[in-house]
T-cell receptor, first 113, second 114 residues
């Protein structure tokens, strides 16, 4: 069965902290994505990766970075967390290539105080 | 950025009713459209993916249709049950953007009452 897991369901951090969100998939997918979801704004793409060590900016990359050292793992990094980064973060993966079905993890609810 | 719109934002129906959720899009270069379900505080579950060359896709009590010319997709849920209560999101993949990312609507929140 298709599986995407995220390291934490809930996370509380303080302003200025460095935050790591981890995503792991066991489907041997090449593409991985990070989205954030906010009320009234819907899902917005932060970054995606189509191969190990490759990354592309999405619609809202400011304040974030990513790391893809292994195929199955995609990390989202908040270099210096701010209160406006309080959100639900969703990871997804898909097969190599374009326009493929995406499978999502359970999400991480991050609160920055 | 191309728009994806879902109307209504919320819908309440009694158990047993057949219902239709709507998704409209402005991008004629659609490649495919995916329907998701999201339970409160949870991630997205993929329900159906319909290619631009297809008219319909079915899975159990769910049927998704796609009309490229009118820029519309519908998700039909037959014989609704309280367990169908969730937010339903549509998302399109287009040849105009990177082809990797999905463009999401804001969702329809469905409540099925016993």
């Amino acid at each position: 069965d298709v599986k995407v897991t995220q390291s934490s369901r809930y996370l509380v951090k303080r302003t200025g902290e460095k935050v790591f969100l981890e995503c792991v998939q066991d489907m041997d997918h090449e593409n991985m994505f990070w989205y954030r979801q906010d009320p009234g704004l819907g899902l917005r793409l932060i970054y995606f990766s189509y191969d190990v060590k490759m990354k592309e900016k999405g619609d809202i990359p400011e304040g974030y970075s990513v790391s893809r050292e292994k195929k199955e793992r995609f990390s989202l990094i908040l270099e210096s967390a701010s209160t406006n980064q309080t959100s639900m973060y969703l990871c997804a993966s898909s097969l190599r290539g374009l326009h493929n079905e995406q499978f999502f993890g359970p999400g991480t609810r991050l609160t920055v105080l | 950025k191309q728009e994806v719109t879902q109307i209504p934002a919320a819908l309440s129906v009694p158990e047993g009713e057949n219902l239709v959720l709507n998704c409209s899009f402005t991008d004629s270069a659609i490649y495919n459209l995916q329907w998701f379900r999201q339970d409160p505080g949870k991630g997205l579950t993929s329900l159906l993916l319909i290619q631009s060359s297809q008219r319909e896709q079915t899975s159990g009590r769910l049927n998704a249709s796609l009309d490229k010319s009118s820029g519309r997709s519908t998700l039909y849920i037959a014989a609704s049950q309280p367990g169908d209560s969730a937010t339903y999101l549509c998302a399109m993949s287009s040849s105009r953007n990177s082809g990797y990312a999905l463009n999401f609507g804001k969702g329809t929140s469905l409540l099925v009452t016993p």
